[in-house]
């Protein structure tokens, strides 16, 4: 695991991922930092070698046989959660942000049958409102949501929100792992690794 982390940090390095600045996020809230980890797919070898240890978690924490189905958030989490579905022989599903006024008018995209339990997949967690309501939706549906996974969890309470609904969060790893490492590798100063250290979110 350790080494995975370290890689991981060095593709966010190589492909330029983390900016520092003023930036609003999808939920509002105004940060003084950004992950973009929807470039990753843009570099075939990072996507694969990242795409390979969320797989390999995901069996580890979580175990193939406890999930039917996998399902991505758009956008960023499809491209991710695609990939994983084919790794792990598991169909593919994915979550409409909004009801498509034509066709079927579903919000889950893809085969869902009653009952069946869903891992949703998305790039990262902020405060958990977007998967909070994608697993509403899945719910919605007649599918079952215990696990969720991303690739990186910001620590700004959104373990927290889906722990209140049973969901339990799977990350590769964590904004404080990734600032510290990156500090140590002298890819930012230790302003910036307090600035992002700053946003955690203590319980």
Same mark, same amino acid.
């Given at each position: 695991m350790e080494s995975m982390k370290v890689e991981f940090c060095n593709i966010l390095k190589k492909i330029n991922a983390l900016e520092f600045g003023t930036f609003r996020l %999808?939920?509002?809230? #105004? %940060?003084?930092?950004?992950?973009?980890?929807?470039? #990753?797919?843009?570099?075939?070898?990072?996507?694969?070698?990242?795409?390979?240890?969320?797989?390999?978690?995901?069996v580890r924490e979580i175990g193939a046989e406890n999930f039917d189905?996998? =399902?991505? #958030?758009?956008?960023?989490?499809?491209?991710?959660?695609?990939?994983? =579905?084919y790794r792990l022989?598991?169909?593919f599903l994915y979550i409409r942000q909004r009801v498509r006024r034509s066709g079927?008018?579903?919000?889950?995209?893809?085969?869902? !049958?009653?009952?069946?339990?869903?891992? &949703?997949?998305?790039?990262?967690?902020? %405060?958990? &409102?977007?998967?909070?309501? =994608?697993a509403s939706i899945v719910g919605s549906e007649g599918g079952v949501v215990s696990d969720a996974f991303v690739l990186l969890d910001r620590m700004e309470g959104g373990s927290e929100r889906l722990a209140k609904d049973g #969901?339990? &969060?799977?990350?590769? %790893?964590t904004i404080d792992e990734i600032a510290k490492?990156?500090?140590? !590798?002298? =890819?930012?100063?230790?302003?910036? !690794?307090r600035t992002i250290l700053s946003q955690i979110r203590t319980k």
């Open positions: %999808t939920g509002g809230k #105004i %940060t003084p930092y950004y992950v973009d980890l929807r470039l #990753i797919p843009s570099f075939p070898d990072a996507f694969r070698k990242v795409c390979d240890f969320s797989v390999d978690l995901i189905r996998v =399902a991505g #958030i758009p956008t960023a989490g499809i491209t991710f959660a695609s990939f994983i =579905a022989g598991k169909p079927r008018e579903r919000r889950v995209e893809g085969v869902l !049958m009653p009952g069946e339990k869903v891992l &949703l997949v998305d790039d990262l967690i902020t %405060t958990g &409102l977007t998967l909070q309501k =994608a #969901i339990r &969060l799977h990350s590769l %790893t490492k990156l500090y140590e !590798m002298d =890819a930012i100063t230790e302003d910036q !690794m």
